[in-house]
């Protein structure tokens, strides 16, 4: 059975940290620190520390993160590995059975009853449309059953998956069994809260600003605004200064403005004399 084959190729150069061999097979187990992206996308991104790998069915590589292979090394060992791989043969088995016995032939049922509706369709008469409405729902009928077959055939699966979870216990034990298991989720739980921890203190800290930086921006406020004052009172000044100029210029206006109306007042009382 393929699983995530283009991973497998990945290794294709690096020495595994561990080779197993049994039954004709070979398993061989990589840290994901071995390689660049894989624990970011793996474990950072989906939540999975450890990645099953295989092209043929036959050869199996796993990668695991690292702190994750060293806290719980006993569930990665030979004995549990080769039920992984038995069960990894059942869901090959299965997939293949119900594909071989139920999704082609239903798939090909479907694909002749199409033809049937696109060439009786295309004829007149009232037995035309009747047999394209009965071709129609025998389509329908197969549609929802590969649904209910794919469905049985993940149920399958899971039941396998549970046989070999109990094929584990088995193995070590109902009390070692519970121990790896606690041991496993305590460690995800803190690698998980590390990883997602530092990201949401990240912006506390920015929010925590100096208290230095805070009374020298209010200082520099205080400044700016002690030189608006004072451009203001200068230009305040200035204006007074102009508003007196233009009194003074006003007064020795209406001065003048006396003397030239005191001149034409003489120079008629002359004109007068004259005549």
């Given at each position: 059975?393929?699983?995530?084959?283009?991973?497998?190729?990945?290794?294709?150069?690096?020495?595994?940290?561990?080779?197993?061999?049994?039954?004709?097979?070979?398993?061989?187990?990589?840290?994901?620190?071995?390689?660049?992206?894989?624990?970011?996308?793996?474990?950072?991104?989906?939540?999975?520390?450890?990645?099953?790998?295989?092209q043929d069915g036959t050869n199996y590589r796993v990668f695991i993160e690292d702190g994750?292979?060293?806290?719980?090394?006993?569930?990665?060992?030979?004995?549990?590995?080769?039920?992984?791989?038995?069960?990894?043969?059942?869901?090959?088995?299965?997939?293949?059975?119900?594909?071989?016995?139920?999704?082609?032939?239903?798939?090909?049922?479907?694909?002749?009853?199409?033809?049937?509706?696109?060439?009786?369709?295309?004829?007149?008469?009232?037995?035309?449309?009747?047999?394209?409405?009965?071709?129609?729902?025998?389509?329908?009928?197969?549609?929802?059953?590969?649904?209910?077959?794919?469905?049985?055939?993940?149920?399958?699966?899971?039941?396998?998956?549970?046989?070999?979870?109990?094929?584990?216990?088995?193995?070590?034990?109902?009390?070692?069994?519970?121990?790896?298991?606690?041991?496993?989720?305590?460690?995800?739980?803190?690698?998980?809260?590390?990883?997602y921890g530092q990201s949401e203190e990240a912006p506390q800290e920015n929010l925590d600003?100096?208290?230095?930086?805070?009374?020298?921006?209010?200082?520099?406020?205080?400044?700016?605004?002690?030189?608006?004052?004072?451009?203001?009172?200068?230009?305040?000044?200035?204006?007074?200064?102009?508003?007196?100029?233009?009194?003074?210029?006003?007064?020795?206006?209406?001065?003048?403005?006396?003397?030239?109306?005191?001149?034409?007042?003489?120079?008629?009382?002359?004109?007068?004399?004259?005549?």
């Amino acid at each position: 059975m393929k699983i995530n084959p283009k991973l497998y190729a990945v290794a294709d150069s690096v020495t595994p940290v561990e080779n197993e061999e049994f039954d004709g097979r070979k398993i061989e187990i990589y840290t994901m620190d071995q390689f660049t992206g894989i624990r970011e996308e793996f474990v950072n991104g989906k939540g999975e520390f450890a990645v099953w790998s295989s092209q043929d069915g036959t050869n199996y590589r796993v990668f695991i993160e690292d702190g994750y292979y060293k806290e719980v090394k006993e569930l990665y060992e030979q004995p549990v590995n080769k039920i992984w791989v038995d069960f990894w043969d059942t869901t090959d088995n299965v997939s293949k059975k119900f594909q071989r016995f139920f999704i082609y032939p239903l798939m090909g049922l479907a694909i002749v009853l199409a033809i049937l509706a696109i060439v009786f369709g295309s004829m007149a008469g009232s037995s035309a449309i009747v047999f394209q409405w009965v071709v129609i729902a025998l389509l329908v009928a197969l549609f929802i059953a590969m649904i209910v077959v794919n469905y049985r055939t993940k149920k399958v699966i899971m039941d396998e998956n549970v046989k070999s979870r109990q094929l584990i216990i088995d193995l070590f034990g109902e009390k070692k069994f519970d121990e790896l298991t606690d041991r496993q989720k305590a460690y995800m739980d803190q690698y998980m809260d590390n990883l997602y921890g530092q990201s949401e203190e990240a912006p506390q800290e920015n929010l925590d600003a100096p208290a230095e930086t805070e009374a020298t921006d209010a200082e520099e406020v205080k400044e700016e605004n002690k030189e608006e004052v004072v451009v203001v009172s200068e230009n305040n000044d200035e204006v007074k200064e102009e508003n007196s100029n233009g009194e003074a210029n006003d007064v020795s206006n209406e001065v003048e403005e006396s003397k030239d109306a005191e001149l034409l007042s003489e120079s008629e009382e002359t004109k007068e004399e004259n005549i």
